[in-house]
């Protein structure tokens, strides 16, 4: 884990948001009290750019079994050999996007989230991104991109929506980098603002459909 005074003073205030954030104030849903889930881990990876503050996102390739062509936030399952969340999620993060872990700064693990649809336990990793390199889709068969997107076109109400699936789900969603935002990492993103002060209003009325 990072010293403060590593990290700079807006990532250090995020941080701070977070530190005694409970489940409930970042997702829907919890891992139900003796469930048996599987484990997946994620990387909220904040680092500071031309643009500023920004956050690495990947597009999942468009013929995956699940969530395809959905964007996302690098990570995956949680392997024996890995070093717990925190090592499977700088893992998979390498693996998708070619970033080099010995440049992450990991500030903290948030507590444990729950995909019904998966049956995925998930832990947020947030990290702040030391020495940034060039990113890109190392595996298109998983991967279609890989993107950097600045704070500020997050928390821009022209980019924010609300996201209308047929199955009945409506939630936060983000315009962005030629990308619709929505679900599990829309839900993370739009509490992360929230809960860091950042957020600004938007009109909830503006609706994006999803199909099937």
């Known amino acids: 884990m990072a010293h403060d005074s590593d990290l700079p003073a807006w990532f250090r205030h995020l941080a701070d948001r977070l530190e005694d954030v409970q489940g409930g104030e970042l997702a829907r849903f919890t891992p139900p009290e003796g469930a048996q889930t599987r484990h997946s881990a994620v990387l909220m990876l904040f680092g500071e750019g031309a643009g500023g503050p920004d956050v690495l996102l990947i597009e999942r390739a468009a013929d995956m079994r699940s969530h395809a062509g959905q964007p996302a936030f690098p990570g995956g399952a949680v392997d024996p050999g890995d070093d717990g969340p925190i090592g499977a999620a700088l893992r998979e993060a390498e693996e998708e996007t070619g970033l080099d872990p010995s440049g992450v700064t990991v500030a903290r693990t948030l507590p444990d989230l729950w995909l019904p649809p998966s049956g995925f336990t998930v832990t947020p990793v947030l990290a702040y991104w030391r020495r940034p390199v060039p990113v890109r889709a190392m595996d298109p068969r998983e ?58 209003p938007w009109a909830r009325d503006r609706e994006v459909g999803i199909a099937w």
Request: net charge negative; glycine share 8%; charged share 20%.
């Open 143 to 200: 991967v279609a991109r890989a993107e950097r997107i600045p704070v500020a076109d997050l928390v821009d109400p022209d980019n924010r929506v609300t996201v209308v699936h047929p199955s009945g789900y409506r939630g936060p969603g983000f315009q962005v980098a030629d990308m619709l935002v929505w679900g599990f990492t829309a839900m993370l993103l739009d509490r992360m603002l929230e809960i860091a002060g950042w957020a600004a």
